[in-house]
């Protein structure tokens, strides 16, 4: 076993511990933040029954969609940075999930390049859950709004809502937050929960996490 593997195999383990631990029956979805990592780091991870991956770069996930879909069948790429409406259009074919939903004028534009592709695409929206200035999302008092206007976007699947947390802050009352406001807007805006990385998924699954994005805690430190 490689290093990638023996990692992989660990926070495999977690998961289920912290998932006992709150006496979860349903472990959340992982997904390997595989974002600068090399294509046969994906695949190590891959052939020990990983499927889902996240990136932050519209290009760099194109280039390895295009590498690596018919080689490794059934793979699933996340996009979970932030994303520019500009580059929407050649995103869509490419991806599984678009996690990182932070504007009334992104998800337009997912909307009506949704509908010319004729697909519906699975969408989280991103709530600024501690209100930091230099982050992206939807504050709590804006998510109103979002659920009078998703209502007009047929071509999307509002999936749920995701976060990252302020590293200053403890992550547990950030993933509380998110729980509690799901619970108000998880009929309309999807009932997922798109929260936890390396440093604090468990707190997160202890939270009512539906998919972790877990990058360094796998792959190791990027270079």
Same mark, same amino acid.
């Given at each position: 076993?490689?290093?990638?593997?023996?990692? /992989?195999?660990?926070? *495999?383990?977690?998961?289920?511990?912290?998932?006992?631990?709150?006496?979860?029956?349903?472990?959340? =979805?992982?997904?390997?933040?595989?974002?600068?990592?090399? @294509?046969?780091? +994906?695949?190590?991870?891959?052939? *020990?029954?990983?499927?889902?991956?996240?990136?932050?770069?519209?290009?760099?996930?194109?280039?390895?969609?295009?590498?690596?879909?018919?080689?490794?069948?059934?793979?699933?790429? *996340?996009?979970?940075?932030?994303?520019?409406?500009?580059?929407?259009? @050649?995103?869509?074919? *490419?991806?599984?999930?678009?996690? @990182?939903?932070? @504007?009334?004028?992104?998800?337009?534009?997912?909307? &009506?390049?949704?509908?010319?592709?004729? $697909?519906?695409?699975?969408?989280? $929206?991103?709530?600024?859950?501690?209100?930091?200035?230099?982050?992206?999302?939807?504050? $709590?008092?804006?998510?109103? =709004?979002?659920?009078?206007? +998703?209502?007009?976007? =047929?071509?999307? +699947?509002?999936?749920?809502?995701?976060?990252?947390?302020?590293?200053?802050?403890?992550?547990?009352?950030?993933?509380? &937050?998110? &729980?509690?406001?799901?619970?108000? /807007?998880?009929?309309?805006?999807?009932?997922?929960?798109?929260?936890?990385?390396?440093?604090?998924?468990?707190?997160?699954?202890?939270?009512?996490?539906?998919? +972790?994005?877990?990058? =360094?805690?796998?792959?190791?430190?990027? &270079?």
């Amino acid at each position: 076993m490689n290093d990638v593997a023996v990692n /992989f195999e660990r926070v *495999h383990q977690r998961i289920l511990n912290a998932c006992r631990v709150v006496n979860r029956s349903d472990p959340p =979805t992982l997904i390997a933040v595989s974002k600068m990592q090399p @294509s046969e780091c +994906i695949e190590k991870v891959y052939n *020990h029954g990983q499927r889902d991956f996240g990136e932050n770069y519209v290009q760099e996930l194109l280039e390895k969609s295009k590498t690596l879909k018919e080689k490794l069948p059934g793979i699933r790429f *996340h996009f979970i940075g932030h994303l520019q409406t500009n580059k929407v259009k @050649s995103l869509l074919a *490419h991806v599984y999930a678009i996690h @990182s939903v932070d @504007s009334l004028k992104l998800l337009q534009e997912i909307n &009506k390049q949704a509908g010319i592709a004729q $697909i519906q695409m699975k969408i989280y $929206i991103q709530v600024n859950i501690d209100d930091e200035p230099s982050k992206g999302g939807f504050s $709590i008092q804006e998510l109103e =709004t979002v659920c009078k206007k +998703i209502s007009d976007c =047929t071509h999307v +699947i509002p999936s749920g809502l995701m976060c990252i947390p302020s590293p200053d802050r403890e992550p547990k009352i950030s993933f509380s &937050k998110m &729980k509690e406001i799901s619970k108000n /807007f998880g009929a309309i805006l999807g009932s997922g929960l798109s929260m936890g990385m390396s440093h604090d998924f468990e707190e997160a699954i202890a939270n009512g996490s539906t998919s +972790i994005r877990i990058g =360094t805690a796998i792959f190791g430190a990027r &270079k």
